[in-house]
Structures are given as structure tokens and as C-alpha cells.
């Protein structure tokens, strides 16, 4: 049985006339009648009654015209969902984020996503930056984030850059470096820093990253202090016990008890650039929908700052 035979019977039963029956469909009538013959054959019963009066539906068609009209619906919806999924209106779509470097562009993002795209359904997964290049690499996610100079990206993943903020000193608000309306990297390389890291173990990509701060400056920080988890890392901001560099839009730039101090010095590297993360071997629309509109939102928080993706976003 296949669904022209569905389609053919349909035409008929509505009809109640071969002929009609047969313009509407476009086939030859004889072509028609063996076709009802066939699926009556399969089914194992008559469907419809012929006579020189017309044609009239058994009670056994007449139950399985409601049951074809349900099956040639369900089978029309299906086209219409496997269409609406290559274009990327619709489906599953697994992001891994990590919370401290996402302050508003992640809800600012989801929330015009939903409203572009509300048969897509987004499931948000918070992951280190090395746990999401795993993901990415075994499948289980299908966008993920770094930041430049922090992790090398793996050759099978694409990237763009979605956001850029500056770097800035972070400290309690009782510090006494608080008070000054810029802080050298000179001056911080002699208090004692910090840098978190996800998970007991783990790498401490913004470690690595405050090393090549002073590295490329040739200073000598006096300490630099590794904390398990990121409410013990603003913890021990919060207490004084130490101060740090992060980028402006990250999280931590919302608490009270902590003050942000531009740098007195310049260079392209005193900044966080937030990349978006795919398999280079991807073609889902869906991915390249989700980065296309995360492009927007970063552009409307910083206008120019927006990065074409290699490809992926254009397909959006």
C-alpha cells in the first residue's frame, strides 16, 4: 500500500464518481479503477460498491476515509517539519556556554532567537571551555564558546568572533587600589592574583591568559593564586584577598561589593574575544541560524564589533 493509493481513494470517495474523480487526479480512469481494485485487494474487503446507479461507500471505506484523510495529513506535516528543519525553523539545538564570560549577550540572544525562530527548541548546557571542545568534537553539542588566546582550537572546529570586551582590573571596593581612576599592569603584578578554574584539576584558561598579559610586557608578577569554582574566585575578590583581570561584560562586573578599573595600558591584547565554536564538517541550519542572530544582538550591545562566520552564519 503506498499513499497514492490513499490519494486515489480519497478522490473518489469524495467524489463518488470515477470520472470526476479522474480529472481531479489526472490519471486515466481505467488506471484509476485498478489502482481502487489494488487497494481494496490489500485491504481485504471492498470499499466501495459500483453500479450503474454511481458509486457508494462501504462501511468499510467509510471508516477508512477518515483513517486515509488522517494518514495523507500526518504524511503532508511531515514535509512540512522535514522542510521547516533544513531551514532551521525547527528541531534541537544544543549550546554549551560557560556563565562567568556571558553577562548579557546570552539571554539577549535566546530571547530574539525564540522570537525568530519559536519552533526551535534550545537547550543550554554549561560546560567549561575545554569540556565544550569535547562536546563539539563528540557530537553532544552543536555550538560552543572559547575566548582568543586561551585554548588552542582544535583544526576540526570553525569559529567566529561574536563579542569583544575590554580587559579590566577587578577588585573589592575596599582596595587600595580602588580610589585610582586607572591601574597599571605594573602595579597589579605586585598584589597577589587570582584566576578561576571550573573544576578542582581543571585549566585555568584565564590563568594562562593573565600570564600573557605581563609576559608580553616583560613585568614579573609577584604571585598568581589558582581558585576552585568561580563563587570562590568572587569570594575571594570580594574579601580583598586578591585581585584579578577579566572583560567587562563579564558576570562579575554586576556585584556590588566589586569595583572595574580601565588599564593605563594599551594593546590589542588587553581585550576578551568571545568565539563561537562548530564542526567545520556541520551543515545544519540550525547552527548557523543561532549564530546569526547571536551576531545581531552582539552588534546592537556594541555596534561594529560583529565578525562574519566563515561561511556557516551566511546560510542564516
Known sequence: MELRHLRYFVAVA??????KASGR??????????????????????????????VRLTDAGAAFLEEAR?????????????????QGRRGRLAVGYFAPIFLGLMPASLKAFREKFPEVEVVLEELAIVDQLA?????????????????????QLKSVEVTRSPIRAVMAVGHRLAGQ???????????QLLSFVPRKGGVSVQGEIIKGFFANRGLKIR???????????RAMLESGLGVSLIAESGSLARSPDLVLKPL?????????????????????????????????????????????????????
Open 70 to 86: 488522517l494518514i495523507l495529513a500526518q504524511a503532508a506535516r511531515a514535509v512540512t517539519v522535514a522542510r521547516e528543519a533544513a
Open 223 to 233: 604571585s598568581l593564586q589558582q581558585i576552585d569554582g568561580v563563587e570562590s574566585y
Open 181 to 191: 581612576a586607572r591601574v597599571s599592569l605594573a602595579e597589579l603584578a605586585n598584589e
Open 264 to 316: 593605563k595600558e594599551k594593546g590589542p591584547d588587553l581585550f576578551m574575544e568571545l568565539h563561537a565554536l562548530w564542526r567545520a564538517d556541520q551543515t545544519s541550519q540550525l547552527t548557523a541560524n543561532f549564530i546569526a542572530v547571536m551576531l545581531e544582538a552582539a552588534a546592537r550591545k556594541a555596534p561594529g564589533r560583529a565578525r562574519k562566520s566563515g561561511g556557516l552564519a551566511k546560510r542564516a
Open 14 to 19: 469524495e467524489e463518488l464518481n470515477f470520472r
Open 135 to 155: 562536546a563539539l568534537e563528540a557530537g553532544t553539542i552543536q555550538i560552543g564558546f572559547t575566548v582568543a588566546r586561551g585554548l588552542p582550537i582544535p583544526p
Open 25 to 54: 487526479l489526472r490519471v486515466a480512469q481505467p488506471a484509476l479503477s485498478s489502482q481502487i481494485q489494488d487497494l481494496e485487494y490489500e485491504v481485504g474487503t471492498l470499499l466501495l460498491d459500483r453500479d450503474t446507479g454511481g
